[in-house]
């Protein structure tokens, strides 16, 4: 089974703070996604990233894909309270689905 | 737009109850799938179809079956609902399989057995 560790577990900062999460795992998945959840509602993907070494940009939002395909951050600039959340990556594997990641639990305090 | 149904927000139910969840999407796409969402646990994937009267074991199949007789339904089915089924249950579909892959997901079931 792939696995994606997702760290932190649990972020509380500023607004006006930046920010790094990160997902990572011993398997290389042939793309790689992110996705955040707001509370009562399901994930909204957010991006995928395809190729070792992209970095795609969305707004504050920054995702790199690492050379070897096997992990992946999510930087955030000057966090807003909109940004508060659940981020959650999720690797592609082949045919067959996602596999996420624990989660991120980002809070942004006003 | 996008939208997956799913019939109930919140369900509570008595253990050794048979319980169906259902889940609806309104853009023809050929994949769906069923997941339940833990803390400390994350998404975990049940089942999933490619077609219509089409199933695959996920990862956690145990204790649970899946119908899907039209290609905009995917019902869960808990035959003998236990205590530890008690979950949030997260049905999601997408057109494409693979590389580009984006899943639609409903808002979710939140589901308790007493």
């Known amino acids: 089974t792939q696995l994606l560790e997702q760290s932190p577990q649990f972020l509380s900062i500023q607004e006006g703070e930046n920010l790094t999460v990160y997902c990572n795992s011993s398997?290389?998945?042939?793309?790689l996604q992110w996705y955040r959840q707001e509370p009562g509602e399901g994930p909204v993907l957010l991006v995928t990233?395809?190729?070792?070494?992209e970095v795609k940009k969305l707004k504050r939002l920054t995702f790199q894909f690492g050379d070897a395909r096997k992990d992946s951050s999510l930087h955030i600039t000057a966090a807003q309270p909109g940004d508060t959340g659940l981020y959650l990556c999720?690797?592609?594997?082949?045919?067959?689905?996602?596999?996420f990641g624990k989660g991120t639990h980002l809070i942004i305090q006003p | 737009d996008v939208k997956v149904t799913q019939s109930s927000r919140y369900l509570v139910k008595r253990t050794g109850e048979k319980v169906f969840l259902e889940c609806v999407q309104d853009?023809?796409?050929?994949?769906m799938f069923w997941y339940r969402q833990d803390p400390g646990l994350g998404l975990r994937l049940i089942y999933f179809?490619?077609?219509?009267?089409?199933?695959e074991k996920g990862d956690i199949p145990e204790g649970y079956s899946v119908s899907r007789e039209k290609k905009e339904r995917f019902s869960l089915i808990l035959e003998s609902a236990s205590t530890n089924q008690t979950s949030m249950y997260l049905c999601?579909?997408?057109?494409?399989?693979?590389?580009?892959?984006?899943?639609?997901f409903g808002p979710g079931t939140r589901l308790l057995v007493l």
């Open positions: 999601a579909s997408s057109l494409f399989r693979g590389l580009r892959e984006t899943q639609y």
């Open positions: 990233v395809v190729t070792g070494g």
């Open positions: 398997s290389v998945f042939s793309s």
């Open positions: 999720a690797g592609v594997r082949g045919a067959d689905g996602l596999t």
């Open positions: 179809s490619y077609d219509v009267k089409m199933k």
């Open positions: 853009m023809d796409h050929e994949n």
